[in-house]
C-alpha cells in the first residue's frame, strides 16, 4: 500500500508525462473523521471538543434520524459497535437513544456520554468557531430540508459543507439552499463529472482509488474542484506521503499526527 502511494510520486501523476502543478500550493485542510482522536468515543461531544482544541479545519460527522425525525450524530445503522444497546437507529426515537451510553466502549472515563442530535453538535461546534462536514446516510426517513434549516438557524451556512451521496442529493441540497457548500462523497471514481455538474463544490476521493490508479488526482482537477481524500486510519508514514499529492484536503482518524506533519512542512523539515 505505502509503496504504490510512493511509486506514485517517482513517477508523477499525469500519464504518460511527469505531473507538473502550476497552481499556487494551498495548506491541506484538515478533517477530523467522525471527529476522532486515538482513545476518544466517535462522533461524540467529547470527540468534538478535543478536535476543536486541537484546532482542526473540519469535524466530520454522520447524520442519521431517529424514528421521530430528530437527526442524530451516529456512523452505523445499528447502535450496537459503539453504544450498550442493540437495534437499528433508525428503530429509536430521541428519547430511547438518549438512554444509551456511547462512551463505555471508550473507557471507563467517557461512561455515560451520549449520542448527540445534530442541533446539539451545532450548538457546540459552531461558537467555538469550528465548522462542520456533514455525511449524512441515505435513508427513506431523512429529511433533508429539516437539516439544511438547522444550519441556517444557527447561521452556519457557511461553516458547514454538506457531503452528498448522490447526484439527486446533491441537486436537492442545492435547491433547498443555494449558497451551501456541498461534497461529493461519490461511490466510484468515475462519477466526478455527473456530481460536477449537479453542482458538487469539492470532490471525494478514496485513498484506495488513488492506491490503485495513481493518475485520478489530476483527472479530477481540471473540474476546478478541490479534491479531498478520506485517509482514515492511514498511519504517520501515508499520510505524509498524502501530503506530497496535490490533494486540497485530507479525512483522518489521526488530526494530531496530520497537523504535525503539515506543520513540519510548513517549517521545511518534512516527516520529521
Given at each position: ?35 476522532l ?31 421521530d425525525?430528530?437527526?442524530?450524530i ?17 428503530t ?7 438512554k ?153 482518524d ?19
Amino acid at each position: 500500500m505505502r509503496s504504490s502511494i510512493a511509486a506514485m510520486l517517482c513517477t508523477g501523476l499525469a500519464t504518460g508525462t511527469e505531473a507538473v502543478d502550476k497552481r499556487p500550493k494551498q495548506d491541506i485542510v484538515v478533517v477530523a473523521h467522525r471527529g476522532l482522536a486515538p482513545g476518544l468515543p466517535e462522533n461524540t461531544l467529547h470527540a468534538f471538543r478535543h478536535a476543536l482544541e486541537l484546532g482542526v479545519d473540519f469535524i466530520e460527522v454522520d447524520l442519521r434520524m431517529t424514528r421521530d425525525g430528530v437527526p442524530v450524530i451516529i456512523h452505523d445503522d445499528t447502535v450496537d459497535r459503539t453504544t450498550d444497546g442493540q437495534g437499528e437507529v433508525e428503530t429509536f426515537t430521541l428519547a430511547e437513544l438518549k438512554k444509551l451510553d456511547a462512551g463505555i466502549h471508550s473507557g471507563p472515563e467517557f461512561a455515560g456520554a451520549r449520542i448527540p442530535t445534530f442541533e446539539e453538535t451545532l450548538a457546540l461546534v459552531i461558537p467555538m468557531g469550528g465548522k462542520l462536514l456533514l455525511d449524512i446516510k441515505s435513508s427513506s426517513d431523512l429529511d433533508c430540508e429539516k437539516i439544511v434549516r438547522l444550519v441556517g438557524q444557527h447561521n452556519a451556512v457557511k461553516d458547514v459543507i454538506v457531503g452528498a451521496r448522490s447526484v439527486e442529493d446533491v441537486k436537492l441540497f442545492r435547491s433547498l439552499n443555494p449558497d451551501i457548500r456541498i461534497l461529493g462523497f461519490m461511490a466510484g471514481a468515475r462519477d466526478t463529472k455527473k456530481f460536477v455538474e449537479a453542482g458538487a463544490d469539492i470532490i471525494r476521493l478514496w485513498l484506495k482509488w488513488i492506491r490503485l490508479f495513481s493518475p485520478l488526482i489530476e483527472q479530477v482537477h481540471p473540474f476546478g474542484k478541490p479534491v479531498w481524500v478520506t485517509a482514515g486510519p492511514a498511519g504517520r508514514e501515508e499520510l505524509a506521503e498524502l501530503i506530497a499529492l496535490n490533494i486540497n484536503g485530507i479525512l483522518t482518524d489521526l488530526p494530531d499526527v496530520l497537523m504535525t506533519l503539515l506543520a513540519d512542512s510548513r517549517a521545511g523539515h518534512p516527516n520529521r
